[in-house]
């Protein structure tokens, strides 16, 4: 089975009747770039940068991130890359930053920590946009937002960092082209999810985070072993948001992708690829296994699956009708 699975990860991930989801990967670890080239990803749909200060002594400069970003950048040769800023606080924490609260999830995290530091979130852009010289395959996406006025200070904060690296390289004769790259936002606070027209009117394409989505909507810890059976992206309500999402995103013309575990998991991908969205990224193991159950489910077949799971009321109920539908394929 592994063999079939393995073999799975070359191929597109392409239904019988012919649409196609792009399959792109989670990545965070030095050692993904290693395995880069085998992972049967167009690209990279979440790079995690926390990952890497996570394992620094002190908040790495912006020549160390520089180096870290441009080897991402070429392991991945061309294909687009979306790296996202510094998502600090909540379960994910600095040994060199610590931050000691009460109720962390509802805290200083993500771009709110960023945006009260602008200096470490300017050394970060900049070393994202001078590791992109030359190549033009870096997205860059921010975390937790909750208000259009982070957005634009983000925007702003961007375009400052942009302006600066453009004018440096200018002065050292360089001639080579520095892109503006894509800029996202990742969709994890329910609120945010009623402004998508004023999103779309600022940035070129969402990412919905649906570990953290899944939290914020259900008031579950994702972390919190005692509550744990009352997190499930399977609820109703969360199933519900992301078809939401996915109409709004539709009709206002942004592009959107989805990013959290869901997209891996085999019930989860064909829920979504009915739902419409046609862009999931996911942890590397889990490639071949989605590739594999989206080359089996017809995209009309999946559609009424959804119809009929959209009617139901409880996670159980979503699982069940799920797993019998999957036996169905085999
Ligand atoms: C998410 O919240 O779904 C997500 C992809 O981000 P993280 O798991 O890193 O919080
Ligand atoms: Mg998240």
Redesign the pocket.
Known sequence: LRSVYTKQADLSATTPDGFEVRIHL?AGLSADTDIAHSSGADGVG?Y?TEIPFMMEDRFPSEEAQFNIYRKVLQSYCGRPVTMRTL?VGGDKSLPYFPINEDNPFLGWRGIRMTLDHPEIFLVQIRAMLRANLGMDSLNIMF?MITSISEVDEALRLTRQAYREVSEEIAAQGNDQLLARPKIGV?I?VPGIIYQLPALASRVDFISV?????TQYLLAVDRNNSRVAELYDSYHPAVLLALKHIFDQAHKCGIPVSL???LAGEPAGALLLMAMGYRQLSMNIHNIPKIKWVIRKARLDQSKQVLDQVLALESPNDVRRVMSQHLETLG
């Open positions: 989670n979440l995690r998502d975390p990742m994890e985070g649906s570990n953290d989505l990013c959290g575990e």
